[in-house]
């Protein structure tokens, strides 16, 4: 029995290092045809091995994750302490993931330059740490003049991770494509709204409880941002 998490090396290749497109396609290819039972994070993912794998649809079972029980909300005060100790406000956008290109970045960036054009002064949040190929968002974050507006925290404790969950106005995931997406689950779990994209499992994850956009329309990506500001 295997669990596949995502096709990203099938759909977007052009996301992935060299030596990664070729262990993807020869390990996850031959499990798939070798494997007694396969298990997905969601629809989207047993669609795309039935369609780009050919795998046998009953032999798929989708089990969706789930947050860590200490994604919760927390009391005003624990969240406060936390956001001192990184010198943070609360309002915020938050991204939380490995920075890599299938995220969409750069797009996010692009829409945080939209809101300041607009006089819409909110700084964006960045937790994670560096994955592959991330050179364009940092060139990018100097080419749109946001040195000031954008903080990258890494390594970032869990137990911090929930309460910056907590003070953000809200998560916003644009990526090209997730298996999953599980910080939209850890992030509505701590009381955050969420924005993501219209693409592969995240409108599955979030259903109607998030703001869905066009991943590479970074004015809809602003325009969701904008809204949910208004209202928190």
Same mark, same amino acid.
């Given at each position: 029995v295997i669990t596949v998490h995502?096709?990203?090396?099938?759909?977007?290749?052009?996301?992935?290092?060299?030596?990664?497109?070729r262990y993807y396609n020869g390990q996850i290819t031959w499990a798939v045809h070798r494997a007694d039972a396969i298990v997905a994070d969601s629809y989207a993912t047993q669609r795309d091995l039935v369609?780009?794998?050919?795998?046998?649809?009953?032999r798929i079972t989708v089990a969706h994750l789930a947050a860590d029980e200490r994604f919760r909300v927390l009391s005003e005060s624990e969240v406060d302490a936390v956001l001192h100790h990184? /010198? +943070?406000?609360?309002?915020?956008?938050l991204?939380?993931?490995?920075?890599?290109?299938?995220?969409?970045?750069?797009? *996010?960036? $692009?829409a945080l330059a939209l809101l300041r054009g607009q006089g819409i002064d909110v700084p964006l949040v960045i937790v994670g740490r560096a994955g592959w190929l991330y050179e364009e968002i940092f060139s990018k974050v100097k080419a749109l003049g946001l040195a000031s507006a954008v903080r990258f925290l890494e390594r970032v404790p869990v137990e911090d991770l929930?309460?910056?969950?907590?003070?953000?106005?809200?998560?916003?995931?644009?990526?090209?494509?997730?298996?999953? /997406? +599980?910080p939209v689950l850890e992030a509505m779990q701590s009381g955050t709204p969420v924005i993501v994209s219209d693409r592969a499992s *995240?409108? $599955?994850?979030?259903?109607?409880?998030?703001?869905?956009?066009?991943?590479?329309?970074?004015?809809?990506?602003?325009?969701?941002?904008?809204?949910?500001?208004?209202?928190?």
């Open positions: 995502d096709l990203n090396f099938l759909l977007y290749p052009q996301y992935l290092l060299p030596e990664a497109r369609r780009l794998l050919g795998a046998a649809p009953q990184y /010198g +943070l406000s609360r309002g915020y956008l991204f939380v993931g490995v920075w890599e290109p299938r995220k969409n970045l750069p797009g *996010l960036l $692009e929930v309460a910056l969950y907590n003070g953000a106005a809200a998560l916003v995931m644009p990526s090209f494509y997730e298996g999953f /997406g +599980l *995240l409108p $599955e994850i979030v259903g109607e409880a998030g703001l869905v956009i066009d991943p590479s329309d970074p004015q809809a990506i602003a325009q969701a941002c904008d809204c949910l500001l208004y209202t928190s």
